[in-house]
C-alpha cells in the first residue's frame, strides 16, 4: 500500500502518526542534538543543558531545561482561557514535569494580516497575566506578520528556560510506583471542541488551562526515607491526552501500567459529552493537568500535598506501575474486564461486530 | 506367513480403537501387534493371507463409534521382518510421531453407560462420573499427548481394584478408558454456599459452607433449582448457571444478576419429547432432532411452537429457542432428581470473558449471581463452550463450534508440509493450526479485546501447538492495526523468526467458506461477505462486499455503500445514530429537516439533547467513521421500527428484526388471498406478486462515481422505511410486516448485485460467509433469487459463517499462498 506523501492533520494530533512522523523525518535527520543529560533524542518534555561547572565555581549539580512549543488554537477564545493563556502554560508546564523552575520565556508570534488588535491585546494580557502568577518574566520575543491568505489565526511560540537539580524523566517509572492524577481529566479539549463544533450539551464546560509550577514545586521536595526523590515521572497529558502520557511512560520506562475505570476522575459534564460523541476522556487534552509517577510509600504524602494547591484539589490516584506487559497501559474495568489503553490515532476505527 | 505394516489415521485415540484391534485380530487368528504412535496407530500383523484380508476388512467396517479411519497405509514386510510369534500384544504409547488427528472431541455419555447408571445393582448406579471407551469427556480433560491417562486430569484419581480390573481387560468396556472411574476411586460432587451471601455487607466470613456430597449434592442441586434458586453447575468443560427455565421469577433474577437483559439463554430438556413440546423441532432425517440427539449434542436452535410455555424471560422477543440434550452423567442424574423438565443453562462467564472453570474463581466471580455451587473436583484442562447449531435455509449451519467438534480435523482441499496458523480476529474469535492438508480449528475463545480472553486466545494457542506438534513457520493475523489478536501475532512471527502474513477479514472469510466446499486451489470465485465488521485495505470499515476472490488475491467488485458512523462503535451499540447517519444525505438534500428525524423519538440515552449532537456530528464530520457494513443496516433498520434501541448483547438488533420479519411474513401471507397484495404490483409496476416475493421496497444498485463499485445505496432503502414508518397507524403494514418488506428488499439488493456481477465477470461460482449468514430470511431468499438464474449459493458446511471461520479462512489462504509461490503469474489475472 502506498503512504499519501502528505502532511495531513493526523501529523499533528499526538497519536501514532505524530510519532511516526517525528521519528522516521525530523529526529533522524538532526546530527547534534544533546546538550546534557536529556538530548532530543528523549523526546521528553523539555532538553538540559549543562552548566559549565568551572564557570559557575560550584560543584552544585544543576542543569537548565529549555523547551518550546508552538500553539495554533481554533478558536482562539475559549471558557477558561485562550491561546496566550495555553501558550505559556504550555511551556511552563513542560519544564515544570521536568521538575525544573522556570527562569524565563520568550515569545513569537505570527499574526495574519486582518487580525483584530483587540483580540491581540486581549491575548497579550492574558499571557501576562499566567506569567505573572508564577513570577516569571517574558525577556525577549519576535513578531511577523504574513498575507490573509496564508494563514487564519494567529500563531503563538513560546521557549522557556527553567533550572533543576535533576530532571524529572518520563522514563523514571519503577515497578510499585502509584499513578497519579492532578485532577479532573479531558476538560480542555471538550470545552474547546464544544465551542469550535458548536455542541449543544447543556452544560459549561471550561478548559483547565493553567501554569502548574507553584502546584508541583513542593512536591519535587518529598522523599523516600532513603532519601530518594518520592516522584519518579512526570508528564503533563496535553495532545493524545492521558492515555499517551501513561503510553509514553510505560514505554519508555519499560514497565506495565494498570489504571482502574472507577478512580479516573473525570467531570460528570465531560464524561456525558464524551459518551455522546462516542470519545474516550483518555485520549483528549489536558493543558493544566500532570500525570505522575510516586514511589508507593509516599503516594499519600504527594496527594495531600497535591490535594492542597488549588489545582490539585481533585488529584486522584488512579492506578499502579506493575511487571507485567511492560510498556502497556492496561485498563481494569468497573465490571472487571481487562484491555490495553492503545495509543491515540486519531480517527476512530470501529471493531465491534 | 505374510506380514503386513498398517499405520491408520484419524481418530484412533481414546475411542478404544487398540482393544479392538486387538479382539479381531485374535478372531482372525492374526499375531502381531499394536501401537499407539502420539497421534496415529500403527499395527504388525501376520496370518494367512486368507485371515489378513478378513482382519483388514473388520478394520475398516466394524471400529468403534467414536473412532474414524481417514487414511490407512498398508505396506508387506518381509516375513520374519518383526518378530512376531504367538498371539496379538498391545504395546505402551509412543509420542513423536506426526499423523492428523489428535484427541476425540468429548462426546454424550453413551447407552450403554445410561444403563449401568438405571440399574440398582450395578456399582455406578446413578453415578455422575460413570463413562467408558465409547463415551465421555476427552479433548477437555487432555494436557499432552500421548492420551493416556497421566497425561489428563483423571490422574489425580488412582483407579481402584474393580476399575483397575476393567482397565486392564481388554474385552471390557472400559479397557484404557482414561477417564474410567466409581464412586470408590473417582471424582465427587460437592453442594457448596457462599457463607455470608446474604450479609454482604457485613464484610465478614465468606468461605464456604459444604451443604452436601456425592450424590445428595446432585439432589440438594435438583431441589434448589425446582425452588427458583441459581445454582453454579461444573460440568466437563466449564460452569454453567442454572435454573427452572418455568419461573419467569427464577429467570429474571438472573437476567438482573448477570446484567444481561435481553442476551437469549440456552435451555437443557429433559429429552427430545419435551423439546417438541414448546418447539416446532423436526423430526425428519438431517433436520434438527437428529442434531440435537446427536452424541456431539450441539444446542439447537429451533421456532418457537404456538404451545412455548417457558418463561418469556428465557429468549425475549425471538421466534427460536437454542436448546440442548443432557450430554454428561452428571445431567441425567441432576434430571433424575429435578421436577423441572426445562432449566435455563448458560455459560458462567461476565459479559466477553472466558467461561469460568476453577472451583475458586467460580467462587470469587459468580457469587453475586449464583445461589449455590455445583462443584466436582476434576480439573477442567480444556474450557469447551457449548456449540450452536441452526437452520438456515433449510441446512445445519454453525452459530458456534465448540465442544463435540473440537479439536476434530477439518480437512483442506489442497496440502503443503509446512505448518502454518492463523489467529482469527477479535469478537466470536477461534484459532488455526495446519499442516499437511489438515486443519485443526481451536474451541470458541471469545472476544479479545478483553485481556482476560486474549490470555486465553495464548493459552489455547500453546494448547493446540503442543496437541498437533505443529510448529508454524508462517503465522496469518487480521488486517485490523487495534486487535490483539493481531499484536499477538506480530509477536509470536518476531519471537519465532516466524513469517507474518495480514489478511484482509473478508477474503479470509470468503477462503474459509471456498475451503469449506472443497474448491480447488485454482478456483475463482464471486463471494459475498456480509457481517459487522472488518478493516478493509482502504482503511475504512468493511461489511457487505463482494470480492472476485481466489485463494490468494481479492478485488473488491461491489458493495453497500460506505454510512458514516456517528461516534464510531456508539453507533453499534446505539443504531439510532445510524438511522440519522444513513438518512443524513436527505437533510443534506432538503428533503428531510433535522426536525423530521427528531419527531421520529429513536432512543438516544442523554435524550434529544444527544439527538441533536449526533446530527451536528454529522455536519461537521466529527469523530465519524465510514462503514459499509451489512450488520449496521439491519441494525439502523431495527431502530427505525422500533424494535431495539439499545444493542445488549452482539447481534441484538438484526437478530430483532428477523425476528419480526419472520412474524412479518406469517402475517402477510396469512390472509391467502392473493388480491390482498395486489397493491404490491401498483408500487412494482408489474404483474401481480406472489407471496413468497415480497417485494415492495425496490433496491437501487447503482454505479458510484468515485470507486467505479457498483454500490447498493442502503441510504434510499432505509428512506423507504422511513416513509412507511411515519405513516405510522397509516400505514398498511404492521412494524412486523415492514422488517419482513425491509429485509426482503435488502436480500435482493445483495442479489442483484451479485447477478449485475455475475453476468460482468462471467463468474458462476458464488459463495456467501460473515454473521449475517446467519440470517435464514436473508440467505433463503438471497439462494432462491440465485437459484432462478441456474446458481447454487455456497454456504459454510463445517464452520460457522461469522468470525468463528477466520482463522480458518487464514490458514487455507496462506496454505494456497505457499502452494502458489512458484505459479508467479497466479492472482495477477483479477
Ligand atoms: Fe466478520
Ligand atoms: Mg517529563
Ligand atoms: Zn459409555
Ligand atoms: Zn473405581
Redesign the pocket.
Known sequence: MAKENKISMEHGAGGQQMQSLIGEIILKNFTNTSAGSVGLDAL??GATIELDRDFLNNNKKAELVMTTDSHVVKPIFFPGGDIGKVAVCGAINDLA??GARPLAVSSGMIIPEGFSITDLEKVVHSMNDALVEIGVPLITGDTKTVEGTALDSIIINIAAIGICDA????CGLQIGDKMIVSGYIADHGMALLTKREGFEFNSDLESDTAPLWKMIEPLLAVQTQAGERAVT???DPTRGGVADSLNEMAQKSNVGIRIYEEKLPIREAVFTSCEMLGLDPLEIANEGKAVIGVRPECAKAVLKLLKSHPYGKDAAIIGEVTEEKPGKVILISELGSTRYVDVPTGDPIPRVC | MPVKKLLVKGVVQGVGFRPFVYRIAVENHISGSVINLGNMVQILAAGSTENLNSFLSDLTTKNPPLSRIDELNVTDLPEGEAAIEGGFLILKSKSGVSGNSIIPPDTAVCEECLSDMQSPQNRRHLYPFTVCTNCGPRYTTVRKLPYDRKNTVMDEFPLCEACLKEYTDVNDRRYHAQPVCCPTCGPIHTFEQKAGRKAKNSGGDRKAIVLASGNDALKEAAKAIDDGFIVALKGDGGFHLVCNAFSEEAVCLLRNRLKRPAQPFAVMVRNAAVASNHTQIRRTAGKELSFLENVRRPIVVCNKSDSYALAPSVAPKLHNLGMMLPYSAAHYVLFEYLKTDVVVMTSANLPGLPMVIDNDDAFSKLSDIADYFLFHNRLIQNRTDDTVIRFVNDEPVFLRRSRGFVPERIVLPFSHSKGVAGVGAEMNNTLSFAKDGNIFLSQYIGNTKHLQTAAYHAEAFETLRQLTGIRPKIIACDMHPDFNTTHFAKEYASKEKAKLIQIQHHHAHICSVMADNDLPLDSTVLGIALDGVGYGDDQTVWGGEILKCTYTDYVRLSSLAPQPMAGGDLATKFPARLVFGMLYPYISDGTLSEEDLLSLNLFFPRGADEAKVVLSQLKNNFNVAASSSSGRVLDAAAALLGLCGERTFDGEPAMLLESAAYHGVAELTAGSDLADLSFLAETIGSEIPTLSDLSYFKPAIQQSDESGRLVFDTSALLYALYTEVIKGEDSRFSPNQLAALFVHAFAEGIGQMVLQNVRDSGIRVVCVSGGVANNDYIISVLAKMLKENGIDLLTHKNLPPGDGCISHGQVASVTARLLLKSKKNFGNNL
Open positions: 521528553d518534555d514535569v521536568m530532571p524529572v524523566r518520563d515521572a512526570m508528564k
